[in-house]
């Protein structure tokens, strides 16, 4: 009998428009997107407004506050995330309670569609809400104002929810928090921050005066540090004036108080933090190299960004490649360039090992910087990088009209936060359209010896604490960093795929019958080899079509001796790569093409299901065809998926999380 298959495909209209680009220099500033209404009230609130409707008929709001609890005073350690909490039990508007209940009602949830979060640097709250009542947009500016200037912050409420956060501050004790607790104060080294997290001390949050929680409130909490972001459907001009009539009244209610030294301080030396826990199921290592931050307002921060992340693309590539030899001595690794403050970056290398064998991965990392510092990277590797930044911006842009709210509501918080720019797709496309070409293998590999450099960095190591596995000394882990500084590194060999993904296309089948499901707009095509195409049109995406394969099945096909080959397949596939292309060789051959197409084995069904630009529809299909036609199987992959999957069972039942579920 022929199994049946069901393709079923959800399609868009490509619709692309060429952008003709104006010349730039590297000293332009990047404007700030023309489609949002920014500008400050007298009181010093900034306020933006972007009319949006995806979704439909929906607005994101949010405040933004430049105060976290990098602020706090010693004896305040946890209050700016108290009054996180707090501005839900109490403020000018709304009695304890009341508001939570109040957006319920209109069906916003608390948690999905209200909620806040605090950081070092930062406090932000966040609403979605409907826009087809006015007044609901109304009331949640009211509570947003009431969260910047109106909080109650009584006795009796205070002490109600102290008990909240510091059932939050014990629910998250475990195995990451104690290494939190011990990497933090060597990453931030000799800074505030290593003793300013935001959960806060549960001795202070039990019993800091209110007036305490008040006095933090007054200081930071004032209408030039707070920014309101309004994007949705709705009327530009009339949410401007709710704003205005909303924060307006604002006004300073303490003497302004100096800003805390956000400093973290650079070092020549390596420092190091090691942490065994019994709670730990992996043994990972970190190289952190910390370094100035750079700016971000010009055009040639923002090709230097470019340049980064076309480094953190190779660097990832080669490491696909180096995990997959028989002789590699690291499960996976990474690496990828960040922030650590607002003054200091990083760019940080990770790799996951064997228990045991954190040395290993000290050497492998610190051996990868060395060869880049000592060769930089070939012209294809920085070719193909290029060509998937490109393909990015591309599919951005011509999906720039489907863009959420919540999606640019972010976008201009940390604009105001972080002063991260924010100059919309379209001309963040032109630049790229003509940064992107002229970046020259000088460019990329000049910039990574710069971020490999071997001062301030940190070695950040975590290991299971067991029996018959050692723990390293900061010793140890020195002398491996010694250790490979003295290896003869060679170039790197470049090996590209030349080759088609598919060489031998076989015969089309032929459509057998054809017919409509009008209800739903869907179209049914039957083909000569038993395969039905499902076909429903939509317009979610300009530049993406999903679909998925699906047979009924799955594992339960499987003899019992069987069961766990066929849980395992797909993942051997996956590290295989398909059509006689090992998985590197597939991805080179698929450079710049945004496809994917990934096999499945569930209990009771199997396929492959993926997604591509309409344009790149027919790769997307021939990978399918070739991971069901020709899946891999080779021998290096299947030992690499031995070994990770020897590392996984090796701390089976240390989790107490893994536990729980297994249980449950």
Known sequence: MTRRFFLALCAAALTFVGVAAQPVTLQQTIPFDAAVKTAKLPNGLTYFIRQNTRPAKRASLRLAVKAGSLFEEPDQLGLAHLIEHMAFNGSAHFKPGELVSYFESIGARLGPHVNAYTSFDETVYMLDVPTDKPEIVQKALTALSDFAGGLSLTEEEVNKERGVVIEEWRGGLGASSRIRDKQLPVLFH???????????????????????????????????RIAVVAVGDFDAAQMEQTIKTAFSPLTDRAPAAPVPDRKVPLHEQPLFSIVADPEVTRSNVQIVRKRAREGSSTVGDYRRDLVARTIDHIMDERFSELERKPDAKFLGAGAGDGALSKDVATFTMAAQVQDGKLEDGIGVLATEALRVREFGFTPSEIERAKKWMAAFYEHAYTDRDKTESGSFAQEYVSYFLNDEPSPGIE????????????ITDADVSTLARSLLRDDSRVVLATMPQKPGVKVPTEGDLQAALTAAAAVRVTPWADTGATRALLENPPPAATVTSKRTVDDVGMTIVRFSNGVEAWLKPTDFKNDQILFTLNAQGGTSLAPPEDYVDATLATSLVSFSGAGGLKATDLQKVLTGKLVVARPYIALSSHGVSGSAPPAQLETALQLLYQEVTAPGNDDESFALLKKQLEAAVANRGRSPQQIFGEKL
């Not at 921050?193 to 005066?209: D, V």
């Not at 001309?427 to 002229?438: G, I, M, R, T």
């Open 190 to 224: 000799d800074s505030r921050y290593a003793e300013r997290l935001p959960i806060g001390k549960p001795e202070i949050l039990r019993t800091a005066p209110v007036a305490r929680l008040r006095a933090f409130y007054d200081t930071w909490y004032r209408p030039e």
């Open 427 to 438: 001309y963040e496309y032109k630049l790229v359209q003509q940064l992107l070409p002229a």
